[in-house]
């Protein structure tokens, strides 16, 4: 079975500016997790979703960061304005049901602001 | 709020030896989670402990969890060079640890 896919694997860009990153989760997946992961530390967890509805999103930066995932499928995580310390890598990751299940995670997407 | 604390951070370790790697919680959990990542690369699921008492293994690996105690452990067998990566533990809806980074030497 195809796992998540996530693009772009890298971006970099100037502070201020804004960007955007996509998920597609494995299919039948209920549930998506946003994370971000700072070089060496452990992930972070943004925000997730269960179907096209927010469950947790706490930790997310709201002045800065938005989310969405549309018709339960795929999700777009956006930046605007980016700051030099959203340098990161931005995990997504989707399991079937909100709980017991472990969660798959893509590739992630590089991102510098420089 | 809920914090996962892993112990070591950081372990070296040689070939053939055993270690066990320690993930502590906060608050009560009934399912915690094991994942490994390699150098730049993604998280892939190790463990999946949903009980008291669960014991799962696979190859060189062994974990265990006690909710009582708010502890699950990541015990390494023989260590082979090839197990050098990070290890995280992950709690509830996926909190992670910071991770503990193995590194096994000849």
């Known amino acids: 079975e195809a796992g998540v896919a996530q693009s772009p694997r890298y971006k970099i860009i100037e502070k201020r500016q804004s960007v955007a990153f996509w998920c597609n989760p494995i299919s039948g997946h209920a549930t998506l997790y946003w994370y971000q992961q700072i070089l060496g530390q452990g992930p972070k967890l943004l925000i997730q979703f269960q179907n096209n509805g927010v469950v947790d999103d706490s930790q997310l930066p709201k002045d800065r960061f938005s989310a969405e995932r549309l018709k339960g499928v795929d999700s777009t995580l956006k930046i605007q304005p980016a700051k030099l310390e959203d340098s990161a890598v931005y995990l997504c990751?989707?399991?079937?049901?909100?709980?017991?299940?472990?969660?798959?995670f893509g590739q992630g997407t590089r991102l510098t602001v420089v | 709020e809920l914090k996962v604390e892993q112990n070591p951070l950081f372990l070296s370790m040689q070939e053939g030896k055993n270690y066990t790697i320690y993930c502590n919680y906060s608050?009560?959990?009934?399912?915690l989670y094991w994942y490994r990542q390699d150098p730049g690369k993604s998280l892939e699921s190790l463990f999946v402990l949903l009980s008291n008492g669960a014991v799962k293994q696979e190859g060189r690996l062994m974990a265990s969890l006690d909710t009582k105690a708010r502890l699950s452990t990541l015990h390494i067998t023989a260590a082979v060079h090839d197990l050098s990566a990070t290890y995280f533990c992950a709690v509830e809806k996926l909190v992670f640890g910071k991770g503990t980074k193995l590194t096994v030497n000849p």
């Open positions: 608050t009560t959990s009934d399912r």
């Open positions: 990751a989707s399991s079937l049901y909100r709980r017991n299940t472990e969660a798959f």
